[in-house]
């Protein structure tokens, strides 16, 4: 039987297992209290925020999250993220660790202000 491919965001969080569940809605109710005005739905089968264009995805893997604001956006905090697996748009968190609040908070209100005052665009 195929699996059905989620909908929506609630969907997709539904769909993981019970530890990737409570780390990505730990994830989006930090990414949420920062854009509270954001649409949120799903791109490329991962849940995104945007407003004049993407803001950030997000999505969870087999033993991380992935946090997906863009390069550009990942850049001014590359010192802070020397202890985490980052990708050309991306961090990644192990799920066995805390995530970094503070650090994902301060990368997400970076790029948030980049859109909306500069016009930043979204490059996936």
Do not use: C
Not at 6 to 16: A, H, K, M, T
Not at 33 to 56: M, N, Q, R, Y
Not at 60 to 65: I, M, P, R, T
């Amino acid at each position: 039987m195929k699996k059905k491919k989620p909908e929506n965001v609630e969907e997709y969080i539904e769909s993981l297992p019970q530890i990737a569940q409570a780390k990505i809605k730990e994830l989006r109710a930090i990414l949420k209290s920062l854009a509270p005005d954001a649409k949120e739905g799903l791109k490329w089968g991962k849940p995104v925020f945007e407003s004049k264009t993407i803001l950030f995805a997000y999505s969870a893997h087999k033993s991380h999250l992935s946090f997906i604001p863009t390069g550009p956006a990942l850049k001014p905090f590359e010192k802070e993220l020397t202890g985490f697996e980052t990708k050309k748009d991306s961090v990644q968190f192990l799920f066995e660790n805390p995530i970094p609040e503070n650090l994902i908070r301060k990368i997400a209100e970076y790029r948030k202000k980049e859109v909306e005052e500069k016009g930043a665009k979204w490059y996936y």
